[in-house]
């Protein structure tokens, strides 16, 4: 069954550290999702990508936070410099696109811890 | 912002005990989804129910929607230990197809 692949699964860096994310959705979904998700929360967008275009990035820390897409299969989110609040489990999903099902399909995670 | 909020924060049942939870949200929606998510993993999706429905199944879930109410209910009946997650109702508002989740119900099915 195809899955959603997020790398690395656990990642710990120092404050004011670059740290970057990678996520391969499932081949064929044009639509990508970034959530961040704090412990004992529900996941938060951060992003949205249609293709290699973002749709929705109203929720993404842009002094700091950066997303792309850039041949509209795989993503990377980046963060610089990190800071202590953003110690957090980043979730990738995808979804077939516009007028499919609205089913998401969630990768396993990063968690990131910011020291 | 999150949209839907869950309730109970927290259940804790007996293995073959019903288990339920309950969402509401705030604005006028498209549809409603379950999604449950084991400790440290990835969300996976139970079952989606559109505005125009009020109850949906689908093997042990039951699922209703009170549009006038703007709220929704899970049930799981005959639960067991593999039950063990976290539960989140998202929402997907009529102006956009992006989604918003609730904190969620914990809940624990003791063996």
């Known amino acids: 069954e195809a899955e959603v692949a997020q790398s690395p699964r656990y990642k710990i860096t120092e404050k004011s550290q670059a740290v970057a994310f990678w996520c391969d959705p499932i081949s064929g979904h044009a639509t990508l999702y970034w959530y961040r998700q704090i412990l004992g929360q529900g996941p938060e967008l951060l992003v949205q990508?249609?293709?290699?275009?973002?749709?929705?990035d109203s929720q993404l820390p842009k002094d700091r936070f950066s997303a792309e897409r850039l041949k509209g299969v795989d993503s990377t989110l980046k963060i610089q410099p990190a800071e202590l609040g953003d110690s957090a489990m980043y979730l990738c999903a995808s979804r077939l696109g516009p007028g499919s099902s609205y089913e998401q399909y969630f990768g396993p995670g990063t968690r990131l811890t910011v020291t | 912002s999150q949209q839907g909020e869950e309730d109970p924060q927290a259940l804790s049942i007996q293995e073959g005990e019903n288990a339920t939870m309950n969402c509401s949200y705030k604005t006028s929606i498209n549809n409603l989804q379950w999604y449950r998510q084991n400790s440290g993993r990835g969300l996976v999706h139970l079952i989606l129910?559109?505005?125009?429905?009020r109850e949906k199944h689908s093997g042990r879930l039951r699922v209703t929607l009170d549009t006038s109410k703007k709220s929704s209910s899970l049930l799981i009946t005959a639960s067991r230990a593999a039950d063990t997650a976290s539960y989140f109702c998202a929402t997907a508002p009529n102006n956009n197809n992006d989604m918003r989740f609730g904190a969620g119900t914990r809940l624990t099915v003791k063996p």
């Open positions: 990508f249609q293709d290699e275009s973002v749709v929705d």
């Open positions: 129910i559109r505005s125009n429905e």
